[in-house]
């Protein structure tokens, strides 16, 4: 429940052929330490050039937070992106509602964030592939650090178990 689909570095990795190559036309992805760091606002004009670049390709960007929909909408109001607020992860169901309302097929979507035991725990649950991509920054809510401090144990163990399962750089670098 815990694997991640792949690893990579960060969101803006994942580019549009790989996607294409997946079947892959939404993408729903955490916001704090995913997309932008977690105290902050601020983007990098890089998210910007992707996300733009997901828009023309017709690729669906959608942030699902467990933050209220007008603390999401202030960070992002900016962005080419829509929001699925107060998602409750690691529980899926707000996910599952969203994808089934929006007549979205599963197996279109890729679930991105940087927590092991909410974003890839929720995304596996909801039936998604999922994409762990290292925090944008080095620090943490309180709420947070408590959860990497588990999830850090689990990751060494399933890389221990899965030779593969370290950090990659692209989709389609699973080998």
């Keep these: 429940m815990f694997k991640p689909y792949i690893m990579l570095d960060k969101i803006t990795d994942i580019e549009i052929d790989d996607l294409k190559q997946l079947g892959i036309t939404t993408i729903m992805t955490d916001l704090d330490n995913t997309l932008l760091p977690w105290n902050s606002n601020k983007y990098d004009l890089s998210l910007r050039k992707w996300l733009n670049q997901m828009s023309k390709n017709d690729i669906e960007v959608m ?5 209220s929909y007008e603390r999401v909408e202030k960070a992002v109001h900016e962005l080419p992106v829509s929001i699925v607020a107060r998602a409750v992860k690691p529980l899926p169901f707000v996910i599952i509602n969203h994808i089934r309302s929006e007549k979205i097929n599963p197996a279109s979507v890729l679930f991105v964030g940087d927590q092991v035991m909410t974003d890839v725990l929720a995304g596996n649950m909801a039936g998604l592939k999922t994409v762990l991509v290292k925090p ?3 620090t ?3 709420k947070t650090r408590v ?3 588990f999830e850090r144990p689990i990751l060494k163990a399933m890389q221990k178990r899965d030779k593969n399962l370290y950090w990659k750089d692209s989709l389609n670098d699973r080998n």
Excluded at 63 to 67: E, L, P, R
């Design 136 to 138: 944008l920054v080095k």
């Design 140 to 142: 943490d809510a309180k």
């Design 63 to 67: 942030i699902v937070s467990n933050n």
């Design 147 to 149: 959860n990497r401090f």
